[in-house]
Each structure stands twice: as C-alpha cells, then as structure tokens.
C-alpha cells in the first residue's frame, strides 16, 4: 500500500464542487502534486506547489493543505473532469517519490 | 516544445532484462530529473526512480535491487534497465521529465512533461 492514501472513488453531479484528498505523514513537510488521468492517455500535471496551475489548467482547480492532508478541488465540476487523480510527494522517508494509490472521479 | 518518446521492447520473458529508452526532443536534457513511472493493468501509477543531470539517482526501495536508469546527453536520451521481470513486471511505461521547487519553506516535486507510454508485456 501507498504511504499517501487517497479514497478509491468519488462522485459529484455536474457543476458541483468536489475535493479529492491525500493523506500522508509526509505531507506535513512536503507539497502534494497532482495529476490528473483519463483513460489511454498519460497523466497530466494540474497542481504543484502550493496551489500552482500549468499553463492550459482551468482555474477551477486548485489545491490546499493542512496538516497531514492535501486537497484538490474542483469548483463546478465538469464532465471533461471525469478521470482518475493521483497526488505525487515524498515518503515518509523523505528519500524518494511515491504516489496514492488515486481517486477515480465520476461527473454525474 | 519539450517532447517525450519512450521506445523498447514490447514483450520480454521471465527473467530477462527489460530495456527502455527516452528520448528527449524539443529541450535539453540538463537542469531536470530524468523520471520512470509505470502503471500495471487496471492499477494505479508507480514511480520506479530518476536521474538527475547531473548523474545522481534514486531509486525506488521496492525496485531498486533491480533497476538502472542511465543517461546520454549526448544523445539526448535516457535509459531504464529492470533486471529479473516477472509478469508483475508488466506495465505501461512512462518516462517524464521532473524538476522541484520550493513555496513558503515546503519543497515540492513534479512531473511536467510525459511521454505517451509503451507497454511491455512479461511472458514466455
């Protein structure tokens, strides 16, 4: 099992607001990045740093943290947002990179 | 634009070797880490491990018994060598070029550039 536990699936109607979130000890000295991934196709960056969007992200992605906990949320969620996300920081080693196990997301 | 080209085998056997390469297009190779991530069928996203610039890497500790990434700037490419695979060895591939930064005294690391992925199949 991953050291940053994510919940297995989520699901929000359309236009809803929606938050995915990310546990790990290691999240208290780390960021959490976030990816998104649609089926077939590679994963995308959306979130890095403290709240950071690459170029082409819509602004109703964001990211938060507290404590041990790292968030994504998406603020009217669209059907396009229908995907699997997945957040990326330290272990708690501190030594090398991990992933949660994702979050599937379904858009009702 | 930086461009990402994973190329290999697509089928190995029972403790064979598995080798991949990463070709970098569009952008130099310096400045970033180098990264492999693999997804197993059906499963979530596993980082295997990267190499800096600079030559330095880090592998991860369920893997790293097994693995090598390489690098050839001269080449523009990167390279992963996964010794002894088994049918748990068998993924789709990605290569990605990641980098780090740090916001408010928390450092952070990315993946902001991925290739497509190739898949390898582990089976006699």
């Known amino acids: 099992s991953s050291e940053l536990t994510q919940d297995p699936a989520v699901s929000a109607a359309l236009g809803q607001t929606v938050r995915i979130t990310c546990l790990g000890d290691?999240?208290?000295?780390?960021?959490a990045t976030w990816y998104q991934q649609k089926p077939g196709q590679a994963p995308r960056l959306v979130i890095y740093?403290?709240?950071n969007r690459p170029s082409g992200i819509p602004d109703r992605f964001s990211g938060s943290s507290s404590g041990n906990t790292a968030s994504l949320t998406i603020t009217g969620a669209q059907a396009e947002d229908e995907a699997d996300y997945y957040c990326?920081?330290?272990?708690?080693?501190?030594?090398?990179?991990?992933f949660g196990g994702g979050t599937k997301l379904t858009v009702l | 634009q930086v461009q990402l080209q994973e190329s290999g085998p697509g089928l190995v056997k029972p403790s064979e070797t598995l080798s991949l390469t990463c070709t970098v297009s569009g952008g130099s190779i310096s400045g970033y880490y180098w990264t492999w991530i693999r997804q197993p069928p059906g499963k979530g996203l596993e980082w295997i491990g990267n190499i800096h610039y600079s030559g330095n890497t880090n592998f991860s500790p369920s893997l790293r018994s097994r693995v090598t990434i390489s690098l050839d700037t001269s080449k523009n490419q990167f390279s992963l060598r996964l010794r002894s695979v088994t049918a748990a060895d068998t993924a789709v591939y990605y290569c990605a070029r990641g980098g780090s930064g740090v916001q408010i005294y928390y450092y952070y690391y990315f993946m902001d550039v991925w290739g497509k992925g190739t898949t390898v199949t582990v089976s006699s």
């Open positions: 740093g403290k709240n």
């Open positions: 290691s999240l208290r000295s780390y960021y």
């Open positions: 990326y920081s330290r272990d708690n080693s501190g030594n090398h990179l991990v």
